[in-house]
Structures are given as structure tokens and as C-alpha cells.
């Protein structure tokens, strides 16, 4: 795949939102339409590529752009606004002129790649962590899939330099999603370690910890490329696709990074692990058609008499997972510059909110579709997490010329849905009102861009309706981001 030039990136579908931005402003306090909730007193803090080039070169792979960290302070009904780029070792490297990536985008050539696969290894990781962000034992701390991790301060959003567990835990990649358990007070993730007999290390990190405890280690077929995972009070569950990390494939003189070793594999299906979160016994392991997900909704277990469409209760109860699944890997092809810098979107199916029950009596699986329009980057309250949801938000996906903001009842399969024409909302976080009666009370925030303007909006719905409450006027446009996590209190 040769290395796209800077005049054939701009895509007159998303405009800026995969063009590099070089500005960084501090504390601003953008124009606001509307009303900011008196109530809301918090944070959101995403993560995303903010930069797509050095000198003439275009990283290959939207996963690949420079990691830039967004802040949208809110208190007293006001809304200030942060965003900069983590200085990383990709970064000085692209201040050097230096293009370093990992996902899509090997400079490096292939013969480092090959050097390491063949010592069972993987290429050096990069530190450009720019998925998502997670708080552990009081720092702030930036991920990717690479094991590399990097603590930044959440006011000024200034790097504070490489953040580092204190265990052994093996890696070779690992997850940039944790699912943050506020009812346990920990947060959850997987590392997958390659090797004769490649595993899934699934871990725990206790509040105020920075030890991951390991939950179990699960033999692995491929293995797969897993990008999230979830918990229940008593589960922690992996779904592991056909999408494989192909060790061959990476011996191919023509590889120039990690996408090259992501191989759809039609011989396999799709397994869900489901784990015990205090024994790390596996208690069910079924197996579906082939699909790919990226990101999982939620899980709970269903203790409800007769719950489930098979009118099926079991003593220990069905553990339901809620995900957004593709029918194929296709879409990660989908994300390259190349592809989204033509005409639009790539023609890849849209990801559906699908359920998978669980029976671990008899290892048997069912699937669902709660809502059968395009949807992506879903979310469910903090407060919802590992136990029974209701609602979940997403980005509405399947409008031509816009991405909207949907929201879907899971137990009545209904949907609102919000959009307006040249906006493209990105990932929705809901956040619970303090005294909530209601499972909806509360908002939900969003960064949109809007390329007619030329500019990132934030929005903040009511989380119920889905009436706009405030928008708040960015003073650039940013690139699209991926993820980000609302703290109550830094
Ligand atoms: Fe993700």
C-alpha cells in the first residue's frame, strides 16, 4: 500500500475532520447557544488523531494520526474548552520529520517487521497513544493497542511522560478500552500475548492500584483482534471474531504494519468467552456465525423470571451481552486514508446493536437485533455499567451526509434519533443528573463537526428527548476522535 501525499487527502465529504490540525488553545470559553445544565459539574475528556502528516507523507491508516487529547470543562452552567497534543516519542519523531505509526503505516520498513515476527515479537511499540483514556490510581492516562501507556495532566493537558503498571503482566498488544466498574471499584481489560499457544490475559486494576491482577488466561485461537470487552457483576467477557492477527501474513515482504497481519479468516466463527471474575473459570464458550465487533455496549446477567425470548430461566441466570457487530472485518480495511479520503464513506455495512444470551448451564447462545439501523461508538452510563441497561447511545451511522445521535430502548427495541444535515456527531457519553429518577435523567455529550461550518461543535442533549439543550461553537475544527471518558471530579 504506498504512502498516500498531501494532495490527495481532502475528502469534500468530512472535510476537516481527517485533515491535520496544528492549533492548540488553553482554557477557551467558546460562544454557547442554549443553556448549560447548572447541575452538570465535570469533565469529558477524549482522545483521538489530531495530525496526519510530516512533510509530504500521510500516515496510511486514520488510527495512525497523532494522538491529540480534548478537553470540555463544564461548571456553574459555563464551558471552557482545551485541546493539545501528547508529546510523545511520535511526536518528536514527526517534529523531526519522521513519520512513525503502527496500525496501518510502517516507515520502517518491513524488514524491522519481519525481524521481530520471527522472534515471536512484535515491531517496536509506538507511544502514539491515541484511542482512548482511562484514570488509574489518580493519573490520567492515554492508550492505545500498542503496550505503551502515557500520563497526562487533566487541567492543563500537558504530558507527563510514559505511565507503566507495576506488574509483568505478558503483552505483545493489549486493549485501549477498560471498562471502568464503578460498582467494584476497578477497571477491567485483556492483554494478548503471542507465542506457541497465544493467550488472552484478562486483568483487574483496583481503585488506587496501578497492579493488574490477573482475572485468567485464555488459550486463544489466532488470535483474534479484539478491540473491547465487557463486564457483568460476576463476568468478564471477550468476543473473539475471525478477524485474526495472521503471523504469515506479516512475513509478507510487502507488509508495511500491523493491518497487514489482520486477516479475515472464513474457516473460523465467532467465540464468546465468558469468564468467571473471581474464579477465572471459563463458564461458557458458544460459538455464532462469523461477525466483527469493535465495541460492546454493556453486560449484565438476567435473573428476571423467564427472561429472554426463550422463556428459558436457569439457576445462575443468562448472561446477556449488548454489541454493535459487523458482518465482516471489512470496515477496519474501510478506515484507511485511502478509502476515506475518496468520495464518502466506503461502501461497508453499517455495525447493528445486536444481544447475545448466554446459557452457561448448557453453553448455548441466541442472537438478536435490538435495533436494526446503523449504529456505532455506543455507550451506556457509568452508573449502567455490569448490570441490567435500559438505554443505549450511539452514533447513528446510516444518513448520507451526517452522522446522527441515536438512542435505543433495549427493552422495548424502540429508538429516538437526532440529526441534522452536514453534522457528524461523534461518540456519545451519557451522564446520569446526581439525583436521578429516571434511567434517562440526565445529558448526553457530544462533539459533532459540522463541515458547512467548518467547525467542532459540542453538544449537550437531554438525555430523555434528545432535544438539543446547549451547543457550544469550537474555535477550530477537529479532527474526528474515537474516545473519551466524563469524570465527575479530576
Ligand atoms: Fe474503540
Not at 131 to 147: F, K, Q
Not at 242 to 258: D, H
Request: proline share 7%; charged share 25%; with cysteine.
Amino acid at each position: 500500500m504506498p504512502l498516500a501525499t498531501p494532495d490527495t487527502v481532502v475528502s469534500d465529504a468530512y472535510g476537516p475532520g481527517f485533515r491535520s490540525l496544528s492549533s492548540e488553545v488553553h482554557n477557551r470559553r467558546p460562544p454557547v447557544e442554549g443553556t448549560i445544565p447548572d447541575w452538570l459539574s465535570g469533565t469529558l475528556i477524549r482522545n483521538g488523531p489530531g495530525r496526519f502528516e510530516v512533510g509530504d507523507t500521510r500516515v496510511n491508516h486514520w488510527f495512525d494520526g497523532l494522538a491529540m487529547v480534548r478537553r470540555y470543562d463544564f461548571a456553574d452552567g459555563e464551558f471552557r474548552y482545551s485541546n493539545r497534543f501528547l508529546r510523545t516519542g511520535a511526536y518528536a519523531d514527526a517534529m523531526d520529520g519522521r513519520l512513525t505509526g503502527q496500525f496501518g503505516t510502517d516507515t520502517r520498513g518491513w524488514r524491522r517487521l519481519l525481524d521481530t515476527v520471527r522472534s515471536l515479537g512484535l515491531p517496536e511499540p509506538t507511544d502514539n497513544t491515541n484511542v482512548h483514556v482511562v484514570r488509574i490510581d489518580g493519573e490520567y492516562v492515554a492508550l492505545t493497542e500498542a503496550p505503551r501507556r502515557v500520563a497526562f495532566d487533566p487541567e492543563t493537558l500537558e504530558t507527563r511522560g510514559e505511565f507503566a503498571f507495576e506488574d509483568d503482566l505478558p503483552e505483545h498488544s493489549t486493549a485501549a478500552h477498560l471498562v471502568d466498574d464503578p460498582a467494584r471499584e476497578e477497571v477491567v481489560g485483556f492483554s494478548t500475548q503471542f507465542g506457541r499457544t497465544p493467550q488472552y490475559h484478562l486483568y483487574r486494576v483496583p481503585r488506587g492500584s496501578r497492579h493488574r491482577e490477573r482475572i485468567a488466561s485464555v488459550e486463544a485461537n489466532g488470535p483474534a483482534y479484539i478491540h473491547d470487552c465487557s463486564v457483568t457483576t460476576d463476568h468478564v467477557i471477550v468476543v473473539e471474531t475471525p478477524l485474526v492477527l495472521s503471523v504469515l501474513q506479516a512475513l509478507n515482504p510487502f507488509s508495511e504494519g500491523a493491518m497487514d497481519m489482520l486477516q479475515w479468516d472464513t474457516d473460523r466463527e465467532t467465540r464468546i468467552l465468558v469468564v468467571d471474575r473471581d474464579t477465572g473459570e471459563l463458564v461458557a464458550d458458544p460459538t455464532l456465525d462469523p461477525a466483527f465487533c469493535f465495541h460492546h455496549v454493556n453486560a449484565f446477567v438476567d435473573d428476571s423470571e423467564g427472561g429472554g425470548p426463550r422463556d428459558r430461566p436457569t439457576a445462575s441466570g443468562d448472561v446477556v451481552l449488548d454489541l454493535v457487530e459487523f458482518p465482516d472485518g471489512s470496515i477496519v480495511d474501510a478506515m484507511s486514508m485511502a478509502e476515506l479520503d475518496g468520495d464518502g464513506f466506503p461502501a461497508v455495512p453499517d455495525a447493528r446493536l445486536v444481544r447475545y444470551r448466554v446459557d452457561p448451564a448448557t453453553n448455548a447462545v441466541d442472537r438478536s437485533v435490538l435495533y436494526p439501523g446503523g449504529m456505532e461508538l455506543p455507550r451506556v452510563t457509568r452508573e449502567a455499567i455490569g448490570g441490567r441497561h435500559r438505554y443505549a447511545y450511539g452514533q447513528a451511522t446510516d444518513r448520507d451526509g451526517a452522522n446522527g445521535l441515536v438512542k435505543v430502548d433495549c427493552e422495548t427495541g424502540t429508538a429516538r434519533e437526532w440529526w441534522e444535515q452536514s453534522v457528524y456527531v461523534e461518540e456519545p457519553v451519557p451522564v446520569r443528573h446526581p439525583d436521578a429518577d429516571s434511567a434517562d435523567d440526565g445529558v448526553v455529550l457530544a462533539t459533532a463537526l459540522d463541515v458547512d461550518r467548518g467547525q467542532t461543535l459540542l453538544l449537550v442533549f437531554d438525555a430523555a428527548t434528545l432535544a438539543v439543550q446547549a451547543r457550544a461553537f469550537l474555535p477550530h475544527a477537529e479532527p474526528f476522535g474515537f474516545h473519551g471518558r466524563y469524570f465527575a471530579d479530576l
